[in-house]
């Protein structure tokens, strides 16, 4: 057994460590940041497969950009975790019986004679002038040109559902609409100076107090 196939299983522990934690963390922010190690340790599976340009995308773009997005969108929704929780047991038998379906599918791909992506073996020899991001965009903008837009579009529709769900209607004493702000007056609207007349108040003495004083 090789260092890189030996390297390759820990890398991969870990990747399956941070994917089951960010499904199962009842915190939204710490689900982020097992996210964030997933994409970290996924970045370096890259970097052992010769893949420098993918490996230092996946932690420029996703690491520090789109994981940055999602923990602003996590708080600003203001999601209520125990409503969460409550329907957790309720969709539970749906969501294993997908998980299961997901798993003997994938199971069937790598396991396949005519694929046979589960045999890990030794990395060829690249020349040193080899370009991988040139094949890379070849590739992208040639073969994969349709699953390219699809996935666009799909980000786009994403990014529209955050904003959607960001400017919902709830009611948040903390919230001031800025048109209402703008059209506020600067003379009238903002201080009213209201002269009144000084009042004094007495202090009523009892009467039993008052008997006393005189004897």
């Known amino acids: 057994m090789t260092f890189s196939l030996i390297l390759f299983y820990i890398l991969a522990a870990v990747i399956l460590f941070g994917a089951v934690k960010t499904v199962t963390a009842k915190n939204p922010v710490h689900a982020s940041l097992y996210l964030v190690l997933t994409f970290c340790i996924s970045a370096m599976m890259w970097m052992l497969m010769q893949a420098e340009f993918l490996g230092i995308t996946l932690v420029v773009v996703y690491v520090g950009a789109v994981m940055v997005l999602f923990l602003f969108v996590v708080m600003m929704l203001n999601i209520d975790i125990e409503e969460m929780r409550a329907g957790f047991w309720r969709h539970a038998p ?9 798993a003997a599918v994938l199971l069937l791909v790598l396991l396949a004679p005519q694929t046979n992506l589960a045999a890990f073996g030794e990395m060829a020899d690249i020349p040193a002038d080899y370009s991988n991001v040139r094949d890379l965009g070849l590739q992208l903008y040639t073969v994969y040109l349709l699953p390219f837009e699809l996935a666009a579009v799909l980000l786009l529709l994403g990014m529209v559902a955050a904003i959607a769900l960001v400017h919902r209607k709830t009611f948040n004493p903390k919230r001031i609409n800025p048109a209402d702000q ?9 201080l009213k100076m209201v002269k009144m007349d000084a009042v004094t108040q007495k202090t ?8 006393e004083g005189e004897a």
């Open 94 to 102: 749906a969501a294993f019986t997908v998980g299961i379906l997901m």
């Open 182 to 190: 703008v059209k506020v007056d600067a003379k009238q609207g903002r």
């Open 204 to 211: 009523a003495v009892p009467a039993e107090t008052a008997g």
